[in-house]
Antibody
Framework: EVQLVESGGGLVKPGGSLRLSCAAS????????MNWVRQAPGKGLEWVSS????????YYADSVKGRFTISRDNANSSLYLQMNSLRAEDTAVYYC?????????????????WGQGTMVTVSS | DIQMAQSPSSLSAFVGDRVTITCRASQGISNYLAWYQQKPGKVPELLIY???TLQSGVPSRFSGSGSGTDFTLTISSLQPEDVATYYCQKYNTAPRTFGQGTKVEIK
């Protein structure tokens, strides 16, 4: 079964850090682009970050640029999001999602599989 | 950055009605447009990609159309299980922006 399972969420104080993980199974992880999307309570979906490989085609939303770092470990079929200098407005459910694609360029496809999400709460 | 605007923000219709949701990009995005369905308390699911291609397993009452800046999601005959919020997204280049969502309810 194709599956993405996020972990690492929790309660953190403003200015603190958190590292989210996403464990993939049921598919060849290295063949897929990966993404993080968040959803604040009662709000819509917000794209956060995307990664093709560890060194190229890495992107961030302006709202997290300089504070968040996306990375991946293909050997362990895992995606990560290191979140530093957290703010109250970062409070959200964080989803990882995959995008099919094997081309050598930085083109992207829609997000076809999503994890169940992990909640991050930034509050004092 | 390209902005994605959905309308309406919410709608209420009868079972069996034809429902149309629109999504407008502030600049042309060719057909790099996806639609997602998020049922209450659930994870988003991909309905349509490339503006009009139905994802495997999605009922045929859902369809998508458009190219460039104007796109449409149509539910040909609304069913109770279609109660959800629907989002469009431009995905080919970053930022991979979502529309603000359209909440669909049953009258």
């Amino acid at each position: 079964e194709v599956q993405l399972v996020e972990s690492g969420g929790g309660l953190v104080k403003p200015g603190g850090s958190l590292r989210l993980s996403c464990a993939a199974s049921g598919f060849t992880f290295s063949n897929y682009r990966m993404n993080w999307v968040r959803q604040a309570p009662g709000k819509g979906l917000e794209w956060v970050s995307s990664i093709k490989t560890s060194t190229i085609c890495i992107y961030y939303a302006d709202s997290v640029k300089g504070r968040f770092t996306i990375s991946r470990d293909n050997a362990n079929s895992s995606l990560y999001l290191q979140m530093n200098s957290l703010r109250a407005e970062d409070t959200a459910v964080y989803y990882c999602a995959r995008s099919p694609g094997t081309s050598s360029d930085c083109s992207w496809n829609a997000f076809d599989i999503w994890g169940q999400g992990t909640m991050v709460t930034v509050s004092s | 950055d390209i902005q994605m605007a959905q309308s309406p923000s919410s709608l209420s219709a009868f079972v069996g009605d034809r429902v149309t949701i629109t999504c407008r990009a502030s600049q042309g995005i060719s057909n790099y447009l996806a639609w997602y369905q998020q049922k209450p308390g659930k994870v988003p699911e991909l309905l349509i990609y490339s503006a009009s291609t139905l994802q495997s397993g999605v009922p045929s009452r859902f369809s998508g159309s458009g190219s460039g800046t104007d796109f449409t999601l149509t539910i040909s005959s609304l069913q109770p299980e279609d109660v959800a919020t629907y989002y469009c997204q431009k995905y080919n280049t970053a930022p991979r922006t979502f529309g603000q969502g359209t909440k669909v309810e049953i009258k």
